[in-house]
């Protein structure tokens, strides 16, 4: 059965070019105030259908001279005035922030929160924010655009979470966002476009179930002298537990042995440890592709700093220095992401 591959149209192809230059032209910012220059209103659907009703309507009364006519059609003109003129103002005068989300692994969902503030002594109902360009995908996958709704207290804050699904590892900006609100009658569509400064970083997803570490290096000033690694990460070199241990050096495999005093548990030497250092290498990493490998430095990373290891990185452009804690994973884990 032959393949079809999907063509836009000309149409499609025009639309989409005007939207990345019009959205070229919006300023990256990670606070945004609302007014007239930034907020656009078209009406809905709805809306079009309600003003050809008002047209019948009012030709209607003028070819048969209809007093009551005149009137339900004024009406609901004017209901529609106030509407389109309660429908902007939701919008008019709103803050926006953005709270930049932290960083994550490739493959999850990346969730970031804005915070809405309300200036003015009257509540906003029904204001939604969602990825600008989301349809697109949603479109083809057949699901609905996501969107996140709220209503901003009078003389408050609310705040919304919006997510988006980055495509690869490394460091990504923030998708282009959008707010718009159809309250009261819902027969206009108020929105704005806003462009966030923020970007995330993505890590690469971990190995699920990664081989165990690689053996310690000997130090050059020591290498007759140094300890050999076993092969499950574990470094030779173990003693008796002595008050004042960091936990951290604890072998908590090995902690089933002893008795409620304590007596047995063993805890790494680390005098002898320091004869030997852990290196992380892209090259012996396995013969996988470029991806696998780095999956499985992160899941080594992962494993070494759960340990509590001290551990460096090698990859084909850059060399970290061993050392251990979260400043130091972190350091790793972007340059996995970024190599």
């Known amino acids: 059965m032959a393949a079809f591959t999907f063509i ?16 070229s032209r919006l300023p990256l910012t990670d606070s945004v105030t609302l007014n007239q220059r930034n907020v656009y209103i078209l009406p809905t659907r709805p809306g079009l259908m309600l003003g050809l009703t008002l047209l019948v309507l009012l030709v209607a009364s003028i070819n ?83 969107w996140a709704w709220t209503d901003v207290p009078a003389q ?11 495509a690869r590892r490394g460091l990504h900006p923030l998708p282009t966002l959008t707010a718009e609100t159809r309250f009261p009658l819902g027969t206009f569509r108020v929105w704005t476009v806003w462009r966030p400064a923020a970007q995330v970083m993505v890590y690469p997803a971990p190995e699920p179930m990664p ?68 290196w992380l290498d892209f090259r012996q990493a396995g013969p996988l592709d470029v991806e696998a490998r780095l999956s499985r430095l992160c899941a080594w990373i992962l494993q070494a700093d759960k340990l509590g290891l001290d551990y460096g990185l090698r990859l084909p452009a850059l060399e970290i220095k061993p050392a251990s804690g979260e400043v130091h994973k972190r350091q790793c884990l972007e340059a996995l992401a970024t190599c």
Not at 16 to 23: D, V
Not at 96 to 120: C, E, Q, S, V, W
Not at 156 to 166: E, R, Y
Request: with cysteine; proline share 6%; aromatic share 8%.
């Open 64 to 146: 048969y001279q209809l007093s009551l006519g005149y009137l339900l059609t004024f009406l609901l003109a004017g209901t529609v005035l106030v509407g389109m003129h309660v429908c902007h103002g939701t919008l008019r005068g709103l803050a926006m922030n953005l709270i930049a989300p932290p960083a994550h692994y490739a493959g999850a969902t990346t969730a970031f929160d804005i915070k809405l503030t309300n200036m003015r002594n009257a509540a906003r109902h029904g204001i939604g924010l969602s990825v600008l360009d989301s349809h697109a995908v949603d479109a083809q996958k057949g699901t609905e655009r996501h």
């Open 156 to 166: 408050g804050s609310s705040v919304v979470q919006v997510a988006f699904t980055p």
């Open 8 to 23: 836009p149209s000309p149409l499609a192809f025009v639309r989409n070019r005007f939207r990345h230059w019009w959205q």
């Open 211 to 278: 081989p165990p570490l690689p053996a310690g290096e000997p130090r050059a000033q020591g290498a007759g002298a140094a300890a050999r690694a076993q092969n499950s990460g574990e470094f030779d070199g173990v003693r008796a537990y002595r008050r004042g241990d960091p936990l951290k050096n604890v072998l908590w495999k090995k902690a089933a042995k002893a008795d409620e005093q304590g007596n047995g548990l063993v805890v790494r030497d680390t005098q002898q440890a320091q004869r030997h250092e852990l």
